[in-house]
C-alpha cells in the first residue's frame, strides 16, 4: 500500500514569496491533516479536512496560508508572503474515520531566508 | 480543551537501560492514544496504539498501557538500543465529532553504546 507522498522534500525561499506544498494521502483515506513543525517542537495543526471539507482550520494563519482539497483527494497548501518565521516542516497526514492511526508523510522542509 | 503532556528530555539513556516516558492527557469522551516515533531526517511513524481503556500497545519492545483512571499512556521499553535514539511523540485522537489529533511536545532519546 502506498503511503502518503509529499513534495517538495526541501524548499528554500526568500521572505515575502509564496510558495505551495502538494500532499497525496493514502488512497481511501477521508480525513487528512496539514501540520507545522517548528524544530524542537511537537507537531502544530493547521487545518483538517474530511473529504473536502474543512473540519478545523483555527489555527491557520489565514491572512497568509490557505489550503484545499479538491474532490477529496490530493491537497495544496500555500503560504503567500512567507515570513521568517514560517521557516519549519509542514507535515501532511492521512487517516480513516473511527480513531484510526494517522500516517504521515515524509514532510517538506521550508526555509525563509 | 483537548490536550497531550509528557516528558520533554532531552533523555540520554546507556544501551540496554530501562525507559520510561510518561504521557498524561486531557479529553473529553473516550480518545484513541498513540505514540509516534521521528527518527532523524525522517517523517512521523505509528510506533504503537490502544483505542480503549486497559488496551495495550506494543511494538519493537515498546509497550504502553491505556488508563483511564489515571489519564495516562506511559511509553515503556526494558531494553532501549543505539536505534532507537529518537524524538517521541506522545498523542490522543479525539472520539466522534471533528476527530481532532492532538500531539505532545516530543521527547528527544540519545541512547549510548
Known amino acids: 500500500e502506498a503511503g502518503v507522498a509529499q513534495s517538495p522534500r526541501y524548499k528554500i525561499i526568500e521572505k515575502r514569496q509564496s510558495v505551495a506544498f502538494w500532499c497525496n494521502p493514502i488512497s481511501g483515506h477521508a480525513t487528512l491533516y496539514w501540520y507545522q513543525q517548528i524544530l524542537g517542537q511537537g507537531p502544530k495543526l493547521l487545518i483538517q479536512?474530511?473529504?473536502?471539507?474543512?473540519?478545523?482550520d483555527s489555527q491557520l494563519p489565514k491572512d497568509r496560508f490557505s489550503a484545499e482539497r479538491l474532490k477529496g483527494v490530493d491537497s495544496t497548501l500555500k503560504i503567500q508572503p512567507a515570513k521568517l518565521e514560517d521557516s519549519a516542516v509542514y507535515l501532511c497526514a492521512s487517516t480513516t474515520p473511527a480513531g484510526g492511526a494517522a500516517f504521515f508523510g515524509q514532510g517538506t522542509r521550508l526555509t525563509v531566508v | 480543551g483537548d490536550s497531550v503532556t509528557q516528558m520533554e528530555g532531552p533523555v540520554t539513556l546507556s544501551e540496554e537501560a530501562f525507559l520510561t516516558i510518561n504521557c498524561t492527557y486531557t479529553a473529553t469522551g473516550y480518545p484513541s492514544l498513540f505514540w509516534y516515533v521521528q527518527y532523524p531526517g525522517e517523517g512521523l511513524q505509528l510506533l504503537l496504539k490502544?483505542?480503549?481503556?486497559?488496551d495495550k500497545g506494543s511494538n519493537k519492545g515498546f509497550e504502553a498501557t491505556y488508563r483511564k483512571e489515571t489519564t495516562s499512556f506511559h511509553l515503556e521499553k526494558g531494553s532501549v538500543q543505539v536505534s532507537d535514539s529518537a524524538v517521541y511523540f506522545c498523542?490522543?485522537?479525539?472520539?466522534?465529532?471533528?476527530?481532532?489529533?492532538?500531539f505532545g511536545k516530543g521527547m528527544k532519546l540519545t541512547v549510548n553504546p
Open positions: 490502544a483505542t480503549k481503556a486497559d
Open positions: 479536512f474530511q473529504n473536502n471539507g474543512v473540519v478545523d
Open positions: 498523542a490522543l485522537r479525539t472520539q466522534g465529532g471533528s476527530e481532532k489529533l492532538v
